[in-house]
């Protein structure tokens, strides 16, 4: 519930119970009630301002919400981004119907939450029906990539205060939560072992060899190299990403490390979560499968240039960040390519040398026992 008021220097004197986006918010003399989060976001893109009194800020913590709608849309990384959240939801509103309107490759992730009721797909046929029948409606896209505000704060942060709730005090709640099935992670097991990998014996570093977009990948050549000198050193090396180019099936043989378990292109989500779980350590440039790594609790290193990692991971555990930091980074910019060429100078700047020296420093740092990397319901 927010009090909105439309600037007569933008949108003139407007006659009663005019409307600008949503049938839901009428304006009367310039002001208008906005029930929703999801509209007052919008209002205030298009140009409103939120007047909303602090009495009307004390009331909405105080509203018994049975139904809740959730937007939580981008990458596999920013719609984790607003799992803490929900799950702020859920301990205030524990007997609320909370729904997660995702795209369809974010929905895996949010399989089996335990706070939420279910996900739907984002598509306009599909949720303008929800929208205007739910009680509440939340919206956070834009935090990362349009809000200047937002860009300033972590995205959990940020979930936070545009939805105006207070931060958890206990930092472990805005970490995001996933979770696998005993068979996911039996399935998992299976499919190393057929690779000469065993889980229960050997160290297993998994790689994420790519982000989505080129920007924040590491030079391939660069993980060619690392991989090599982790497989000296007598370590599983797992790679995972998506691009068909990078697979076993279609590298050449002297661009893959003899020993390498190349996995890309070759699991889904789920699947590359469950061998997540059973590595020792993850490495990989800031993107989705680092955010999945340091949601199941794995040593993960951040491989990070574009942006700072201070906005990125100020409440993962078991990270490390190794931060390309030249005169034009962080730019901060989600781009396809860089300006500056491909790969990014800034990622091209962390050495294998270095990261090979942090991944001796984790593994003595954070050793994973075998109870934590077993598959457990």
């Known amino acids: 519930m927010y009090l909105l008021y439309a ?25 208008a009630y906005c029930p929703k989060q999801y509209w007052q976001k919008l209002h205030l893109r298009f140009g409103c301002r939120d007047i909303s009194p602090r009495f009307f800020k004390q009331l909405r913590l105080k509203r018994d919400l049975k139904t809740i709608l959730l937007f939580a849309t981008g990458g596999i990384g920013d719609t984790m981004w607003s799992m803490p959240f929900a799950r702020a939801l859920n301990e205030k ?42 009680d509440e409606v939340y919206d956070f896209s834009g935090m990362a990539t349009i809000l200047k505000q ?4 972590d995205p959990v942060e940020a979930t936070f205060q545009m939805a105006g709730w207070p931060l ?36 297993i570093i998994t790689i994420g060899i790519e982000a989505s977009t080129s920007n924040r990948s590491w030079p391939f050549d660069y993980t060619i190299d690392l991989t090599n000198r982790l497989l ?34 070759e699991t889904n989500i789920r699947q590359a979560m469950a061998l997540i779980s059973l590595s020792d350590l993850y490495i990989g440039p800031n993107s989705g499968l680092m955010v999945i790594a340091t949601s199941l609790l794995v040593p993960t290193l951040g491989l ?33 390519e860089c300006r500056h060429g491909h790969p990014a100078p800034c990622m091209k700047s962390i050495l294998p040398s270095r990261v090979y020296s942090a991944t001796q420093t984790m593994l003595k740092e954070y050793p994973r026992s075998l109870t934590e990397k077993l598959p457990l319901e």
């Open 304 to 336: 990070f240039g574009a942006f700072n990692p201070k906005l990125r991971a100020k409440y993962y555990a078991r990270f490390t960040a190794l931060w390309g930091k030249l005169d034009c980074a962080p730019c901060g910019e989600h781009w396809t």
């Open 232 to 265: 000296d050193d007598g370590f599983k090396v797992v790679w995972l990403g998506k691009s068909p180019e990078f697979s076993a099936r279609l590298l050449p043989p002297n661009r893959a490390p003899n020993g390498v378990v190349n996995l890309v292109a």
């Open 93 to 134: 509103y524990p007997k609320s119907n909370t729904f997660v309107v995702t795209e369809k490759h974010g929905k895996p992730v949010w399989d089996k939450c335990p706070y939420v009721r279910g996900t739907v797909e984002n598509a306009f046929w599909n949720v303008a029906g929800l929208v205007a029948n739910s």
């Open 7 to 31: 600037p007569k220097e933008k949108f003139g004197l407007l006659p009663p119970n005019k409307t600008l986006i949503s049938d839901e918010v009428k304006f009367t003399q310039n002001v």
């Open 168 to 203: 958890p005090k206990d930092h472990e709640k805005l970490r995001p939560r996933l979770t696998l099935t005993l068979d996911e992670g039996r399935i998992a097991e299976k499919l190393l072992a057929e690779k000469n990998v065993k889980s229960r014996l050997d160290t």
């Open 150 to 153: 937002q860009m300033r704060l």
